[in-house]
């Protein structure tokens, strides 16, 4: 089975530039999450999704970051302008639910992204 | 605000001995717990879990405390080797699906 896709693995580009990550949760799924690794703060929940609807974006840091999910195979992270302090890991999860029964999230390798 | 800490930012272990990974929480609402382990240049791998009604759960080398009363839990694993090196992150949800992680906790196993 395919796990989660993210796409790029690295990006690197330059300051003000506008940033897009995408991610392509697990099939059948219906949560998907997006978190930031930094050496500070570990891992942060910025954003999550079900059946396709954002639930909680608290943890956005800024207007600059959005996010989106099209369907339900398909999310898009972007950041505009970027800035050096948005350098960091950034990974997409998946998960699903039986029932009232947890699932744990299934994480992507993640996109190491240097903002210049 | 941190809701999930692990206060160990890295644990040294011998081989064939037993590693113990604390984490404490904050939240009395959480009733769901994970741990993830991670690899360089990987993403968080699903390791065990363990619901508030529990106060333990075993998997193989691999056992899950949950002590609610002092919201803290606990990762055992037992014996050790050189391959569970990595990093460990503790997680929490509360009912939604949201997850909240701690910092994580460096684990090198000595051959």
């Known amino acids: 089975d395919a796990g989660v896709i993210q796409s790029p693995r690295h990006e690197v580009t330059e300051m003000g530039q506008e940033v897009t990550l995408r991610c392509k949760p697990i099939?059948?799924?219906?949560?998907l999450f997006w978190y930031r690794q930094t050496m500070m703060r570990g891992l942060e929940l910025l954003i999550y999704f079900n059946n396709n609807v954002p639930i909680d974006d608290s943890g956005m840091p800024e207007d600059r970051f959005s996010a989106k999910m099209p369907n339900a195979s398909f999310s898009t992270l972007k950041i505009q302008p970027s800035e050096p302090r948005d350098s960091a890991v950034y990974f997409c999860?998946?998960?699903?639910?039986?029932?009232?029964?947890?699932?744990?999230?299934?994480f992507g390798d993640g996109t190491r992204l240097s903002i210049l | 605000d941190q809701q999930v800490k692990q206060n160990s930012p890295s644990l040294s272990v011998q081989e064939g001995r037993i590693s113990i990974l604390n984490c404490d929480y904050t939240?009395?609402?959480?009733?769901?717990f994970l741990w993830y382990k991670k690899y360089p240049a990987e993403g968080p791998t699903f390791l065990i879990s363990i619901s508030s009604i529990k106060d333990k759960n075993e998997d193989g080398r691999f056992t899950v405390f949950l002590n609610k009363s002092a919201k803290h839990l606990s990762l055992h694993i037992v014996p050790s080797q050189p391959g569970d090196s990595a990093v460990y992150f503790c997680a929490a949800s509360d009912w939604g699906n949201d997850m909240r992680f701690g910092a994580g906790t460096r684990l090198t196993v000595k051959p």
């Open positions: 099939s059948g799924h219906n949560s």
């Open positions: 939240n009395s609402m959480f009733d769901y």
């Open positions: 999860a998946s998960s699903g639910r039986t029932g009232v029964i947890y699932q744990p999230q299934h």
